[in-house]
Every structure is written in C-alpha cells, then in structure tokens.
C-alpha cells in the first residue's frame, strides 16, 4: 500500500551525484501580466528521456524554450555542459541550438515544398555537411524511424503519424545531445502515438540523445524515465521514480 | 446569409485579412492611377501632336507648292506661308511666315487672322525668352509683336513658336529646313491650317506597342496584388468548406471580398490620378510639359477604366477560387502547382516568328498587306509569351539546379520553385516585362539619336559659327556681298565671308578670307577650294583653285564664341535680307536638325514609361516575395527556432527572386532588340535600323536590378520579423 | 458499493482531527461527505470511536450530565494526527477501490487544511511509476502480453484523468468544503 517514495524537493532530488546536462536555477518569465514561469529549478542528466507535465497554459513550453535557450528568462539561469546559455547572444544560441538541440513540434514543421528525405537533410546541410553525404544519412535515419519508403514524398502526401516520424528523423540526423520535442504526439492516434514515440525513445537511446517531451497524454509520459509537473509556472511534482 | 455579409464575416476581425485586404485596395489603387495617368499621356500626346503639327503645311487645307510667291498674291480664302525652324541657344524655334490679303478669312490656329506684315505673334515661352534677351539677339528677327499665340496653337506650355506677317514678296520659295521631311519647306497655299494626330501609321503602331509596354506591367500588379495572402486565405476558406459551404458559393465569397475592395482601390486610384495630374502635367515629355487640361481623362473613360479594372479582378478571384480546388481540409492538404506544360512557350515562338517574317518579307521588299497590325500582334504575342513561357523556363531550369545545388537554402529555394514555378515566377514578371519593354524602347531610341555631330578639334569649324547657306540668285550676288559686309559690323563678329561654289566640289573662298577663317592658305594662293565635309565638322581639306564664277553657295559667320555673339550674328543674318537657302544656324544645330523627327516625341514619353514599368514591378516584386514569406512563416520560423541563421533565410528569398530572374533575362534583351528591330525595319521597309543603345540603357538595366535588390532587401526585415520566435505559434 | 470500501475508520479519525465532536455530529459530518450511498450506522460510530481510543488515536474530552454515549465527547490525540497524515499521503495502489478513498483523503486534507493538491501529485507519481513499468514491460513483448498492459494501462490513465481532473477543480472544491 506504500511502496512509493515520498518525495522531498522534487527538482533537486534528481541530482544523483552526476553533473547535470542541463541546470536551470530559479526560472521567472512574464509575458505582459502573465507570469508564465515563476521560479523554476530543473536538472535534466545525460542520456534521460524526461516528460514535462501539466495543465494547459501552466508554462511548459515555455519552460522547454527557456531550457533550448529559444527564450530568455527575466530571471535565472540555465547551464548547458557548464556553458550558461542565458549570457549567449542570439547569434551564440543560435549557433548552439543547430549544433547541440534538436527539435520536434506538434505539426507543420515540415517545409511543404520539400519531399520528406530533403526535409531532413535541412539541418545536415545546414551544419555543412556535403549534399551527397547528408541524402545518405538522411536516408538511413528515416528506415531507421520507419518511413524509409515514404522519403520521396511531399509532406502533403503523408499521415500525420508519417510526418511527424519524418519530423524525429529530422530531429534527429545531426545527432544532437538534447532533443526537446513538444506535444510530438498532440494530434496522433493511440497507436500511431506508440509508434513514434518507440521510435523515438529506441533512437535517442542508441545515440545516447537526452530528451525533453512535454505531453498532456499519461500514455506518452510513461515512455519517458522520470515526469515534471508544471502547475501555474512552478514545478509541483518531479524526480525519478520507480 | 448574403454572400457580402458571409464575406464581412470571415475577414472582419480578422488583422491578418485586413491587411491583405488593405494591400490589395492599395495595390490596385496605384494600378488604376498609374494607367489613367499614362492613358490621358497618350491621349495628350496625341492631341498635342495634332495641335503643333498645323505647323506642317502640306498637311493643311489644299496645299500647294508655290514657287513664285511674288506672283501669287493671297485672296481672301487663301494664305501663303513658310514653315522654318530657327534657333536660339540651342532651342528650336518654329517659325511660320504668312502673307494675307486683307480681307483674309483663314484663321491661324491660337491666333485667329493672320499678323499684319511686320508684326508676329510668339508663344508664351518664346515671347518670355524674348523679353529676357536684347532684341539684337532675338526679338529683331520677327518684327513687332501683336500678341501671344493661344493654347489651341500649341503643343505644350514650353512650345517655342513664332507666328510672322510678311509681304508675300518677301517669302523666300527656295528656303528649305534640312530635315528628312523637306516637303515641309517651301512656300505653300493654303485653305487653312490642320494637324494630324499621328503623321503616319508607323507612328501609331509605334504608339499602340508603348500603350502595351506600360499597361502590361500595371495588369501584372493588379494580378500580383489580388493574390495576396493566397495560402492565409485558402485556409479560411477551407473552414468555410468543412462547415458546408460548396465550392461555387465560396468563390462567390472571394469575388463580393476582391470585387469591393478592387472597387474601393480602383476609387482612390481614380482620385489620386485626379489629384496627381497636375503634378505629371509638369513632367517634361518630348515637346515639352503637357497643359493640364490634356492629362485629364474623359469621364466615361475613368468610368471604363474602374469598371473594366474591378470585373477583371473580380471575375479572376471567382474563376481562380473554383479552380483552385479548395476542399475541406484546406491547406495542410494543399496540392503543389500543376506542372507547367511545355506549350506554354509557343505564344513566345508564335510571336517571334511572325513579327521576324512580318520584318523580313518588308525588308526584302515585298511588305506584306497590314504590316502595322501584325507586328502589334506580334508584339502582344512576344509579351504574352514571356509572362507564359517564364513559368516553364523556370521549371525547367530549377529541376536541373535542384541537382547540382549543396546549401540548405539552394535545396529550399530550388524545391519551392519546381513545386510553385508560378507564383515564384510571377513575383519577377513585372520585372522581366520592364527589361524586355526597356530593351524594345532603347533599341528603338538608337534610330533616332543614331548619328550625332561630329568632334570638335583646334582645325575644325568652330561650334559658334554660325553658317548661312544661300540660294542667291545669279543678279543678286553684289547685292549679297553688301549685306555680308553689313553683318560684318555686328558686335561679336570676327569675319563674315561668302563662299560661292565650286563647280566640281566644295565651296571656294578668296584666300584672304580663308586665312581669316583660320584655314590652312597654300602659299601663293589666290584663292582655295575647301571640301564640303569642313562645314559639317569634318578636317579641312583646302587646295589653290582659280577665281569663281559662280554664284555665292554660303555665307560663314565666326564669332568671338559667346552664345550672345552667335544669336546677334544670326538675327543680323535673318535682318540682312540674303536669300537663304537654310536657316543661319551651327554646324551642330544642323547636325540635330537633321536628326529631328516625330519619333522623338514618342522617345521622349519612353524613358517615362521605362520609369514606371521598373518602379511597378519593383513593387510588385516586393508584394509578392512577402506574400511568399508570410505563406511559409510558421514552417520558417520553426526552422528559425531550431537554430536556422537568418542569413540563409535571406539566401532562400534571393534565390527565389534571382533563378527565376536570371533563366530569362537575357531572353527578355535578346527579343527586346528583336522586337524593336523589326518594328523600327518592318516599318520603313528596312531604311532604318537599330544600333546599340546608349549608355542610359545599361544605366537603366543596372538601376531596374538595383531596384529589384532593393525591393527584395525590404522583404528581409518583414522575413526577420514574421520568422522571429515570438510570433511562432510553435505547439 | 465504493462507500463500503472507504477506509472509514481513518476518515472517522480524520473528521475528528477538525476539532472535538459527539459522536452524532461526527455521524452527520460522515454522511455529508461520504455517505450518499450508504450512510454510517450508529452503532458503527461507537464502534470505531472505542477501537480508535483504544489505539490511542482518540480520547473521551468530556462527559455532560444525562445518559447515553452521545453525551461523550472525543477528540482527536497527537499520535492520531500522525495516522492520518501517514494515511493521507500515502497513494493507494490502483486499485477499484481507489477513488473513494483518494476522494476521502482529498476531503480530510482540504478539511484539515494540509495541501490536497499533493496528495494527487503523490497518487499522480504512482500511477505513472505504474504506467511506466506497464510500457516497459511492453516492450519487445508477446502480442498478448502487449493488449494486457494496454488494457491495464488504460484504466490507470482513466484514473489519471480523473486525479487531473480533479486537480483543476480543486479550488472549487475547498470553496465547497469551507461553505
Ligand atoms: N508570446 C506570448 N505572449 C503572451 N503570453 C504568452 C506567450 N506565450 C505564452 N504566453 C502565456 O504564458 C502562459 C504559459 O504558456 P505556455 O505556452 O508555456 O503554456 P503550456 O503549458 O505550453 O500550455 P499548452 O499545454 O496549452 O501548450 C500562458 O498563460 C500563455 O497565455
Ligand atoms: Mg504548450
């Protein structure tokens, strides 16, 4: 009957010893009137797959652009690998995001104009990579994320499930340290859900990504290791669990 | 519900809509005044022409060449007159004597009953130069002045025009003008004065093909700014289709929203053209500025002009939203562009073909019946052609780029362009019709500034000679030395000498004179020979020759090289009563005399329409590349997000402006000269010619680019701030 | 039938810790909150108060002059207010039985003042710790094995939902048990 842990300070609790990948300290943000984060700590460690939770219009994409360094807090500070992202430029975190991030949203991130293979050759080249090479490497990802057959398709030909799995193909091509993903299942089915988020954790995992998932649906949370609740701009509830 | 009320609806409230809808009014605004404003300048030129070229007196009321105007006395319902250009610092005056018989009843347009002899009527400008000027310089060639020539008389407030009463006696019948039209010069009878609103069909053909160049890119305006907002819109109408609406009752939606605000634009349009004109009528075109009232458009015409503009656009949107097959899920389901069909590109080759046959066959002599009309529809067929084959080049030339291309944003660029060859295209067409329209007129301009005087140099003919070639007759020719002697004395002249003719070539001068003139005397000389090509500015080639006998050919004038001195030695010519064979004028005023022709009017109106047709597309330009940002800003502003630089996005818009751009922009100045050509030969069965366009032309290519950068450069901060992370929605 | 399952001696204990009450206040307190089905016999209630003094998690403060153990008056000891916070913030295992219970403890918490909102949070983390050891156990698993993990896994988010639910809600509700 109480075999759960009770816990103390949930963002702290985390910490385990280990040097966190991402530290994010006391997090305030408002936009106009509206205190969007007030006072946030987070740790997110290497190699963990961490779902955000909470009611909607409680803060968390705004947590997760804080923490990708897409926003900055008013207040507080956000370290990546020891770098604090919060004293970078745009430019500096720009530069960051396309080397070390990796992003996934809820639809419409693919450009329409492109088949789904040169969609996630984008940020390759946009790294440098060669034209060649980056179509090879974009192949590979989308069998791996399996959509291999779909790569000539315009993302107007595609479900949704495909194109948001062409979407984690893109994310991930470069390999990057952290993937955040908002809502990658916002507008799937249940299965298709499944789908893309066994592939995604079954990729993260091989390439050692971290990833941060927000998502209202318990049944994708449960893919990931630990969960953040995020009420009224503070975390309520997190830390490992189980 | 009404189908306006349902229109309200889905735009109201909406400030993305507004805004577009704002655009479009506004667009369409500056459509509808811009061709009123070039519609009232075509107008005007025509009935300007037809107001200055009663000057031209062959084309009066039975006209007849007199040549013994002493003996043909004027009766009551006949005038005799003479049409002569003159000179004054550089401006050409026309000048037109006429003898009347008291009671004459012929009316001489703007000033009504011929001058008494002795006595002139000036035109405004020209009675305003001569109050600014001593009467030695200028005024004493006419006489008294009776009054000022009225507007009915003149072809612009700036017209330079003398009217003159003289002695029918004193009418010179073998004075001539040098231009190409010497049936002009003369004496002539006639019943009464008349113009023609073109001189000839060449000039209107000429005419029609400008009204083409500058309407061609005022439509492409008015199409690229109804399309604004295209995918925003699609996607509320979308909604509308998931909600019920069949497809026939939401284009009806979008023809009451394009059709009111067409409206609303083509008012203000017509308003500001309204407002603006006398603001254009002070644009000098050819002959001068225009008198205001000629740049007003007949109401029923502003009528036509709003109506025809406003069904236009309205039938489009209906006809564009029915085909564009907008089905309940909208855009997110949105079907790329059909592909371009090659057939497309057979008007342009339809076009070329026939305005080079049409050119050729008249070349080589043989015109075919109606060359006018088929080298307008040739020239349509051309314009046509590129706005239609641009599409297909462009396709063509994107799908062999999208290969070779590394970066992202060539791989972003190139695929939007193969999957919307249309819209990217349509975005430069405005700039593609402005180089090609440029091409035409600056090939065209070369045959009429083709030859220009030639070079100065220490031993050549001074600049500010003045030369007055004579048609003295052999009992005369003492008389003419005395009148010489006489211009002699006038202040500001260093020599006055006759030269009579030589029997073979050139004109002999005693070689006291020559040397005076400062040409190179053979030791021992009586008298030399110098070649005719001296007078024209050519070197001078002089050689002894024995003493004349024949009759004085020219009277040479030096001066002391100010402009005062040449004005007071020229009217001391025209005051001395030498028969003159030309009017006294420079070797330079002769030379660009030669050159005048009607063309230039048009010329003149070509630089405008150039003007305009590269400001139009350079706007267009800029409306249509927003409108393609905007179409893509949240897929762009989440590749922003993930880290994308905004250099590339501006590489991404460039690209798209400049593939389509380069892939026919040699095309548009090859057929530009093509078509000029043909239309410059075809119409004077290959007498003319086009030559290589003056510098003006590269200046204007290079500022229609630099328009287009910049055009696309004001994009980029729209680019920016659409695509900034604060305005993406990004769940 | 749920009412049956409410851990109704802790509730009875936890009613008490909102002051001292007789025995018939306390039945009347019970019923409001979980008795709409099956309201609390009297004699359940002496029952329980005796088994609950007995534990020493409640004590007689006072006896007024008649007869009858509704002249006894019991309140609530240090000891039984530790008992109900270890029950409070303890989350049930999901189970059928759990939303009656959850409920009891959201009411007793909002009614004592201690956060309710973290008596979910707590039933939250266990649902999804659950959730979590379901997927997990799904994965690479016979197709039967899978349907049976989903089917589990549906109805603990059906729980979830309700705790998130009730969640939004929970102001509304302190409002409704402050009035
Ligand atoms: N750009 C903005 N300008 C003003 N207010 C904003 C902006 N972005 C977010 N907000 C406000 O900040 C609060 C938090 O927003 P946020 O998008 O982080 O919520 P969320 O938790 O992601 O919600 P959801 O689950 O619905 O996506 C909300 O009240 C929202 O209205
Ligand atoms: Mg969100």
Known sequence: MSEAKVMGSPSLSAAGGSVPLLRARGLRLSFGFTEALRGIHVDVHAGEVMAITGPSGSGKSTLLHVLAGVLVPDHGTVEYKQVRLTALDEAGRSRLRLGEFGFVFQYGQLLPDLSAVDNVTIPLLLAGTKRREALRRAEVWLERLGVAEHSGKLPAQLSGGQAQRVAVARALATEPAVLFADEPTGSLDSLAAENVMLALTEAARATGTTVVLITHDPRTAAYADRELIVRDGQITFGGPTG | MSVFSLARLVTAGDRGARIRLAGMAAGVAVGVALLLLLWGAYDALASRAERSTWTTLSAGVSPQQVSDPAAAAPSDDTVLASSTPDYFMGRTITRIDVAASPGSTVAVPGVGRAPLAGTYYASPALAALIDAHPADELGARYGTRAGVIGHAGLASPDSLVVVTGTAAGDLNPSRGGSGADESQFGVWSVAGFGGAAYPNVAYRTVAIIGAIAILL?????????????????????????????????????????????SLAGAFAGALSAWLLSPIAARIEVGDGRFFRTDLTVAPFTVIAVVAGVVAVSTAVAWWRTAHAGIGPLGVSREQSERRPAAFAVVPLIAGTTLMLG?????????????????????????????????????????????????????????????????????????????VFMVSVFAAAVTTVTAQSAQADGSDRLAKSTVLAYLA???????AAITQASRVAHTPGVTVAAIGHHHPEEGVVFAASDAARLGLPVPAGADHVQVASDYFEGGPPVVSATAAPDTAPAILLIATDGTASSTERARTAVLRSGVRLALPPATRTELAASALQTTANRYAGLTG??????????????????????????????????????????????????????????????????LAAWCVVAGLTEGRRTVSWPDRSYFLALAASLLLAAAAVAGTFRTAHKNTEISVTRYE | MYSVAVDNTTALLGLLGTGASHGYDLKNSYDRWFGMKKPLAFGQVYSTLTRLSRN????????????????????????????????????????????SNLFAKTIIALLLGDPAGRVLDLQRAQHTAQMRELTREKKGAALETVLTCDYALFHIEADLRWIDLTVSRLSQLRAAVAG
């Not at chain 2, 060359?371 to 462009?394: K, Q, W």
């Open chain 3, 56 to 99: 020493g998690w409640a004590e007689m403060v006072g006896e007024e002059a008649g007869s009858g153990p509704d002249r006894k008056r019991y309140g609530i000891t240090s000891a039984g207010r530790g008992r109900v916070q270890e029950w409070m913030f303890t989350p049930e295992v999901p189970s059928e039985t759990l939303q």
């Open chain 2, 217 to 261: 890119p005022v439509l492409i305006l008015v199409g690229v700014v109804t399309r604004l907002g295209a995918a925003e819109r699609a996607e509320r109408f979308a909604t509308l289709r998931l909600i019920g609406a069949t497809p026939r009752r939401v284009a009806d939606i979008a023809a009451a929203e394009t059709g009111v605000t």
């Open chain 2, 608 to 673: 405008l329409g150039m003007l305009v047709a590269t400001i139009i597309s350079a706007v267009s330009l800029a409306v249509s590349t927003t409108a393609a940002i905007l179409d893509r800003k949240r897929v762009l502003g989440l590749l922003r997000l993930t880290g994308m630089p905004v250099s590339t996005l501006r590489r991404v818009i460039l690209a798209e402006t400049a593939l389509p751009l380069a892939t026919v922009f040699a095309l548009c100045i090859g057929l530009g000269f």
């Open chain 2, 472 to 478: 003295t007759r052999p009992t005369e020719a003492d």
């Open chain 2, 358 to 434: 049409v050119t050729l066959t008249s070349v080589l002599g043989s015109p075919l019946y109606g060359v006018e009309m088929l080298l307008v529809l040739g020239f349509l067929l051309i314009s046509l052609g590129l706005v239609t084959s641009g599409p297909v080049l462009t396709y063509w030339v994107a799908h062999l780029a999208a290969r070779g291309v590394r970066g992202t944003a060539g791989v972003i660029a190139m695929n939007r362009i193969r999957q919307h060859p249309r819209a990217t295209f349509r975005a430069v067409s405005g700039l593609v019709a402005a």
